[in-house]
C-alpha cells in the first residue's frame, strides 16, 4: 500500500509534467517540468524524501534501460548517417570528448578558485 | 519449414517479453562482463546494443516491431528522469554553493560545442541542414528534435547523433576526464551532463550521487541554454 502510493505520486507528477509539456509553447519536455515539480515539492515539504526514495531507486536503476529502444534506432538512420560519416565522427567523438572536457575543467576550476578565496 | 521459421519469427517479432528480455538481457550480459574484463567495449549499454540490433538482424525484425513492442521500457523515461529531482534535492546545498561553477559549465560547454560543430561544418563544407543538426548532439533528445526542425535541420539524424554522442559519453567520459585529472565529483558530473545528457548521466549516477545530481541539472540547463542560442548559431557563415 505504502509503496503503491509511493509510486503514484510519481505517476501523478509524470501527468501534470506532460499536460504542462502540451500547454505551454516551448521545446521543453515533460521530464524537465517533471524534475521541476519534485523538487519544488521536497523542497515545500509536500512530499517528504523518504516517501519518494524506494520508487525513485527503482525507476532511476531502470533509465539507461529506458534509453535502450530509443538508441537502437541507429540502425534505421545508418543510411543517413554514412553520407555524413567522416565530419560526423570527428563530431561525435571528438566534439562530445572535448565539450565534456572543456565544461568540467571550467566547473573544477570555478570551485577550486572559490575554495581558495573561502580560505 | 519455411512456414514453421516465419510463424516462429513473427511469434518473437510480436511479443513484447521477447523485445523486453533481449533488452534487459544485454544490459546485464554488459553488466556482468564489466565487472569480469573491465575494458572499454564492455560498456553495459553498448554490449545491450549489439544483443538487440545481432538480435533483430538474425530473427529479420524491424526496428519499428522493436519499437512497439519495448514501449514500456520507453514510457518509464520520463518517470525515471523526473526521478534525478531526489539526488539533486540530497545535494542541494552543495548546488547552491557552487552555482557559478555550475553555470560556467554550462556556459563553456554549449560555446565549445558550438565552435567545434561550426569549425566542423565550414572545414568539410556541411550543408546548412547538417550543421544545424549537429547543433543539438549534446541536449537531450525531446529538446533537441524540437530545435532542429525549427532550424529546418534533420530529425531522423538528430536522434541518432544525440543517441551516439551519449553512448560516447557514456563509454568514454569519466575515463577521459580522470586521465585528465578531472576528479571532482560535481565537475565530472557537470561535464559528463553538458556533453552527453540522459546516457551519460546514467554513467554519472554510477559514479556516484554527487555526479548523478550535477549531470541531471546539466541537462536541463544545457537543453535551455541551447534553446537560446541555437536559432543565432545557426545563421554563422558556412
Known sequence: MRFLRQFCYILAISFV??????????????????MAILFTALKAGAIQLDEIETPGAILLAFMPLALVPAAVGLVDAWDEIKRVAFPGLILILGGTLATTVVASASAQFVIRRDKEREK | MTSTLTYLRDLFAHNMFFSLSITLGGYLLGI??????????????????????????????DYTTYKEQSYPLSYLLTPSTICLAIPLYRQFELVKKNLRAIMAAVVSGVVVNILIVWLVARCFHLEYADYVTFLTKSITTAIGVGVTEELGGNVPITCAVIALSG??????????????????????GLGIGVASHGIGTTRAL??????GAFSGLAIALTGLLTVLVAPFAAQLPL
Open chain 1, 17 to 34: 509534467a506532460e499536460l504542462l509539456r502540451m500547454t505551454i509553447p516551448a521545446p521543453v519536455p515533460a521530464s524537465v517540468y517533471g
Open chain 2, 32 to 61: 556482468s562482463l564489466r565487472r569480469r574484463f573491465p575494458i572499454l567495449l564492455f560498456n553495459p549499454l553498448l554490449v545491450s546494443l549489439l544483443v538487440i540490433i545481432l538480435s533483430l538482424k538474425v530473427l529479420e525484425i
Open chain 2, 206 to 211: 554510477e559514479l556516484g550521487e554527487t555526479q
Open chain 2, 167 to 188: 553512448i560516447v559519453g557514456n563509454a568514454l567520459g569519466d575515463k577521459v576526464l580522470r586521465l585528465l585529472r578531472l576528479s571532482d565529483p560535481m565537475a565530472q
